[in-house]
């Protein structure tokens, strides 16, 4: 069975900081990986996906790195904000499954 | 632009009421989900569908059944609630199986169980 970890639980940075979330996953058979913010009482949005092929991906401020072989993923926020505070949730897909770790709270001070 | 779209929104029952949760999709996606989400645990798959037509169980799918009305909607129903059962559900489609295409997802309904 895929577990799916993200350390830490909770993240408070200033504004300006750049953010360094971090997934771990236990079966490196994975189809993609994808990187989702949630806000609160809101749904899930889609951040960036990984396919099983690349290394990495960028959108913006945002770029995830994927290291199959280590089980590893690695999503950098450059230049922080306080509207970047929002839970962050690291996903692995098999064939059809998305696995969920528990997230990322970050807060962005002012 | 509407995406996936739940009703309702908040729900509050007794243990042992029967209710469903609705969801659609405006986006001809082929593929449904439904997820549950508890304090400190990730999103666990309910039930899915690959396909209008068919559906099959996740991880948790103990106390729930679903239909895929048709390509645009994908109910869940509890028969007889539990408090266990108190969660925030999502529901989220996708444009087909084995792509590399993300899931949607709605907002999310979210149900006490007294």
């Known amino acids: 069975k895929q577990e799916v970890t993200q350390i830490p639980a909770a993240l408070s940075v200033p504004e300006g900081e750049n953010l360094v979330l971090n997934c771990s996953f236990t079966d490196s058979a994975i189809y993609n990986l994808q990187w989702f913010r949630q806000d609160p009482g809101k749904g899930l949005t889609s951040l960036l996906l990984?396919?099983?092929?690349?290394r990495e991906q960028t959108s913006g401020r945002l770029n995830a790195s994927l290291d199959k072989s280590s089980g590893r993923s690695t999503l950098y926020i450059a230049a922080s904000q306080p509207g970047d505070s929002a839970t962050y949730l690291c996903a692995v897909s098999d064939d059809y499954k998305l696995s969920f770790g528990a997230g990322t709270t970050v807060t962005v001070r002012a | 632009n509407a995406g996936v779209t739940q009703t309702p929104k908040f729900q509050v029952l007794k243990t042992g009421q029967s209710m469903t949760l609705q969801c659609a999709q405006d986006m001809n996606h082929n593929s449904m989900y439904w997820y549950r989400q508890d304090p400190g645990m990730g999103l666990r798959l309910i039930y899915y569908?690959?396909?209008?037509?068919?559906?099959d169980k996740g991880e948790v799918p103990n106390g729930y059944n679903v239909s895929r009305l048709n390509k645009r909607e994908f109910s869940l129903r509890l028969e007889s609630a539990a408090p266990s059962q108190t969660s925030v559900y999502f529901c989220a489609s996708k444009s087909r199986e084995y792509s590399n295409q993300p899931q949607h997802f709605g907002d999310g309904t979210r149900l006490s169980i007294l």
């Open positions: 990984i396919q099983s092929s690349q």
């Open positions: 569908s690959a396909s209008e037509g068919t559906t």
